[in-house]
């Protein structure tokens, strides 16, 4: 099923963060229907850095190519800024919908842009943003591939001033509108009463951030049709791997986190390694002496 036809329907899709093909494979099994690319927690997992700018095009590219190889849950991708002006756009549309984006996501924050639950960003035009959508559109090689338009400007310019360039989104031709960073459920509300009959809403739920957090019921409840939790994979998994790497160090072995790990087996179950041995087994021995 397509990533379109998943939003298209009666219920909320749930859309957890991932960052890496082993991330997007657990998130696959354990019953995902779609996933999404945080370039937040890229940015975490591959530099151990902040979300504020510093992860490439190309990074981001490898690294949907690699999942993909992987999954074929549909993915959504955090595109950030476009990585440029409206060439940039083009360029990285073009290259994310090869590697095998189902969604691309583009916000108008100008640069150095940052985490969209951080202070002291800054905002491109709402006529460069248009631009940008309209670029993102005609590079699109399938019109099932969705452009998401996010903006930050709730933060920046006054929630009144969201809403205004959300509807100009909107009217650019965007498939999916995200209003970054709400801070009251009442701005939820009047963002699902201004725009959901009319346009599919992403809701972004960030553990610590500005906006509410709200159950995948009670958001479906609002109107929205799209909820990520980007970052809370990278979230659990740091605070197992600190708790992991002090036991280690302070204890000499694993004993003591033994019930909170998996061991060679069940990682090897886990990812799939008899199978895939197996598979390279049918090539042995093919061709004659």
């Given at each position: 099923m397509t990533l379109r036809n998943l939003i298209t329907g009666d219920e909320l899709l749930l859309a957890?963060?991932?960052y890496d093909a082993l991330s997007g494979l657990i998130a696959t099994?354990?019953?995902?229907?779609a996933v999404y690319l945080s370039g937040a927690s890229l940015a975490y997992t591959r530099f151990g850095t902040s979300d504020i700018g510093l992860v490439s095009v190309s990074e981001?590219?490898?690294?949907?190519?690699?999942?993909t190889d992987r999954i074929d849950t549909p993915i959504i991708v955090d595109g950030d800024t476009g990585f440029g002006n409206a060439l940039n756009v083009q360029r990285t549309v073009r290259s994310f919908e090869r590697s095998g984006a189902d969604a691309i996501q583009l916000e108008d924050q100008s640069f150095p842009k940052k985490c969209g639950h951080l202070d002291g960003k800054k905002l491109i035009s709402t006529k460069e943003m248009v631009g940008k959508i309209h670029a993102a559109l005609d590079a699109r090689a399938n019109e099932e591939t969705l452009?998401?338009?996010?903006?930050?400007?709730?933060?920046?310019?006054?929630?009144?001033?969201?809403?205004d360039r959300a509807g100009a989104y909107k009217d650019?031709?965007?498939?999916?509108?995200?209003?970054?960073?709400?801070?009251?459920?009442?701005?939820?509300?009047?963002?699902?009463?201004?725009?959901?009959?009319?346009?599919?809403?992403?809701?972004n739920m960030v553990e610590g951030g500005k906006t509410p957090i709200l159950s995948a019921d009670d958001l479906a409840a609002l109107g929205y049709k799209i909820a990520i939790f980007p970052g809370g994979a990278v979230r659990a998994i740091s605070y197992h791997m600190e708790a992991y790497y002090l036991g280690l160090l302070a204890n000499g072995s694993n004993d003591a986190f033994s019930d909170k790990m998996h061991n060679f087996d069940s990682l090897n179950k886990l990812i799939g390694t008899n199978e895939l041995i197996k598979h390279g087994a049918k090539y042995e021995n093919k061709g004659s002496d």
């Open positions: 957890p963060g991932i099994q354990s019953g995902a229907k981001v590219n490898d690294t949907i190519a690699a999942i452009i998401i338009a996010r903006t930050d400007a709730r933060a920046v310019e006054g929630f009144s001033e969201a809403i650019a031709g965007a498939d999916v509108l995200f209003v970054e960073a709400p801070q009251s459920l009442d701005e939820m509300q009047k963002i699902c009463v201004e725009f959901s009959d009319k346009i599919p809403l992403l809701a």
